[in-house]
């Protein structure tokens, strides 16, 4: 799933089906390659409020909706000192991508997750050079990448540089091509 369905999602507690706010935000935890925690802003447009859902207090990430259990998950807001150390989406989505070898491929475009367990399943990167509206994306698997910092995520060069097949550069082999 892209990371970016969730913003704006409704997050509903069982407990008394009430709508706690909306998915404003998502933090990664690099270490665990997976969602950390979700911003959850409730109120109007001028004000409101915005507080922070961990993972761990979510019990299920649907089409339509992040449900959890109660009002009590709802924790402090995401600039407390505790969430500082997770980047958000957009932060991660802004990372430039180079290779190893030290070229640059492009840009993170999103996250890809796991919707049932929160784990980063890969990167989604625009290479570099593309422009316009039909620019192709590259799927890259999270096992591939070496390192994801603050200022760039780093891939191996096979991934980097695949061979192009019919003029169309693939971050990895199509099904047809790993079977043999």
């Given at each position: 799933m892209d990371a970016k369905r969730l913003k704006g999602m409704p997050v509903v507690a069982i407990e008394g089906g009430e709508q706690l706010g909306t998915v404003r935000d998502i933090l990664f935890s690099i270490d665990d390659r997976a969602i950390q925690a979700f911003s959850v802003h409730s109120g109007g447009l001028i004000g409101g409020t915005t507080n922070v859902v961990e993972r761990r207090d979510v019990?299920?990430?649907?089409?339509?909706?992040?449900?959890?259990?109660?009002r009590a998950v709802l924790q402090g807001d995401e600039t407390e000192h505790r969430y500082r150390q997770y980047p958000s989406l957009s932060e991660i989505g802004s990372l430039k991508v180079v290779s190893e070898d030290g070229s640059r491929v492009?840009?993170?475009?999103?996250?890809?997750?796991?919707?049932?367990?929160?784990?980063?399943?890969?990167?989604?990167?625009?290479?570099?050079g593309f422009?316009?509206?039909?620019?192709?994306n590259v799927s890259v698997p999270i096992d591939t990448v070496i390192s994801i910092g603050r200022d760039a995520v780093v891939i191996p060069a096979q991934i980097a540089h695949p061979p192009a097949e019919g003029g169309q550069p693939e971050a990895t082999p199509g099904p047809e091509e790993s079977q043999g």
């Open positions: 019990q299920s990430i649907g089409p339509d909706a992040v449900m959890v259990q109660s492009g840009s993170v475009a999103t996250v890809l997750v796991d919707e049932q367990s929160g784990v980063i399943t890969g990167l989604e990167i625009v290479r570099a422009t316009g509206p039909f620019r192709p």
